[in-house]
């Protein structure tokens, strides 16, 4: 595979951080008063779209179809804050991420690209240990820039000083593998996350463990420049 550089997801692809992202809802559920409780398994399958659609998720879940801007407003700051006190502390890294990452990092930019709002991205990857292995960390601080929006993938590339076709998108879920499809990137699932992607098409590589983009994307002699 000819790549340049490397666009990565967050959640369920770097990081299990379902049982964080479950503990954070929580958090924000109970500081409004509201005695919706949610098992792991029912958030976990929540994660993937950014912090806003996790939290209407939940409230249609119960019922509250409409709810109003305030107590989104209100909802979303107690996550935040519920999540930058403790980024990681009820998940871990995926078996082999940091190894793979500091391996590909001496040779290739890698960009973190997720739904997560930029701010608890840089905390998670911090407290994960993942954030020296990162060029640039690219969150989803409005709605128009979620996946599958194309936009931060191809920010990203222009950042690595790349075509989007020299990057190649490591993610676990259907609005990874639909943004690498309208960016024109490079897309490889990671078979180790939260899933959901039924029928990925046949320009998608499938990666079992993290060990394989050693072998898809082979270590250069060089360092490549950021």
Not at 12 to 21: K, M
Not at 209 to 220: E, G
Request: aromatic share 4%.
């Amino acid at each position: 595979m000819r790549a340049d550089a490397l666009a990565l997801d967050l959640d369920g692809t770097l990081v299990d951080s379902a049982p964080d992202i479950a503990a954070a809802l929580a958090h924000a559920l109970r500081c409004e008063h509201l005695d919706f409780r949610f098992d792991l398994p029912t958030v976990r399958g929540w994660v993937g779209d950014g912090p806003d659609a996790l939290i209407r998720r939940a409230l249609a879940a119960r019922g509250v179809t409409a709810p109003h801007p305030t107590l989104l407003r209100r909802l979303r700051a107690h996550f935040d804050d519920a999540t930058l006190a403790a980024p990681l502390a009820h998940g871990t890294v995926f078996e082999g991420i940091e190894a793979v990452m500091a391996e590909l990092s001496r040779s290739l930019p890698l960009v973190v690209v997720t739904n997560k709002p930029t701010p608890l991205a840089r905390a998670v990857l911090a407290d994960a240990g993942l954030l020296p292995h990162c060029a640039a960390v690219m969150g989803a601080d409005r709605p128009e820039l979620r996946k599958p929006a194309p936009t931060l993938l191809l920010s990203a590339a222009e950042l690595c000083g790349v075509l989007p076709s020299r990057l190649l998108m490591v993610g676990d879920g259907p609005a990874d593998v639909r943004a690498a499809a309208a960016a024109g990137c490079l897309m490889a699932l990671a078979g180790w996350g939260y899933g959901g992607v039924e029928e990925p098409g046949p320009a998608v590589w499938r990666l079992q463990v993290p060990r394989q983009l050693l072998v898809l994307l082979p270590p250069r002699a060089s360092p490549a420049s950021h």
